[in-house]
């Protein structure tokens, strides 16, 4: 899977617990992106990097925050888990934002009871 | 909201049939990709199509892109149970430095 690696695989944690969710990439490219699926609504995009610690919004970004220190790692952190949070995360990455295919993780899934 | 929108939002068809399934969107676009997903898995790269071409094909895959429109088909022909899976749209738009997905087309390839 364009050895990209998504930890953990599922989770389950109470509502009002930090939760951070790690995507690992050994591509060195330079496009990360972290989106959630929930049924009816595709995906959304939370937040993407274009660089070390360069970071911007998607258009579900309340709530999360994130984090890219290294070329190869880019953490999602839930500072206070919602059950409107529950979901299928994706991280993707590209070499060239929007111009070039994404590759996928294979998902991350959250819930939050 | 930019996000584009499939039809049909599920598809049934028979092994050996073709399946057409169409995106549209709402604002000009640099490019757009059709993505496919299996069950529990994460989302592959099917085929890239630019604001400038209006057809490619890529194995049993057939894109088409009409910009006036703002929309695209996506046909597999003689499918395959292999083939059930959701298939994406996303779109590359102007200004801007995301895709945005549609919801999705899921397709039920029956043996």
């Known amino acids: 899977d364009a050895g990209i690696t998504q930890s953990p695989r599922h989770k389950v944690t109470e509502t009002g617990t930090p939760v951070t969710l790690r995507c690992h990439q050994t591509?060195?490219?330079?496009?990360m992106y972290w989106y959630r699926q929930d049924p009816g609504h595709g995906l959304r995009l939370i937040h993407y990097?274009?660089?070390?610690?360069?970071?911007d919004k998607g258009e579900v970004s309340d709530g999360y925050s994130v984090s890219r220190s290294k070329t190869e790692d880019f953490l999602l952190t839930l500072e206070s888990a919602t059950s409107s949070q529950t979901s299928v995360y994706f991280c993707?990455?590209?070499?060239?934002?929007?111009?070039?295919?994404?590759?996928f993780g294979n998902g991350t899934r959250l819930t939050v009871t | 909201s930019q996000q584009g929108e499939e039809d049909p939002q599920a598809l049934s068809i028979q092994e050996g049939e073709n399946a057409t399934m169409n995106c549209s969107y709402k604002?000009?676009?640099?490019?757009l990709q059709w993505y496919r997903q299996n069950s529990g898995r994460g989302l592959v790269h099917l085929i890239l199509?630019?604001?400038?071409?209006r057809e490619k094909h890529s194995g049993r895959l057939r894109v088409t892109l009409d910009t006036s429109k703002k929309s695209s088909s996506l046909l597999i022909t003689a499918s395959r149970a292999a083939d059930t899976a959701s298939y994406f749209c996303?779109?590359?738009?102007?200004?801007?430095?995301?895709?945005?997905f549609g919801t999705g087309t899921r397709l039920q390839v029956f043996p």
């Open positions: 993707a990455i590209s070499a060239d934002r929007g111009r070039s295919p994404l590759h």
């Open positions: 591509e060195n490219h330079r496009y």
């Open positions: 990097s274009y660089g070390v610690k360069d970071t």
């Open positions: 604002t000009s676009i640099n490019n």
């Open positions: 199509i630019r604001s400038n071409e």
């Open positions: 996303a779109t590359d738009h102007y200004n801007t430095d995301k895709l945005i």
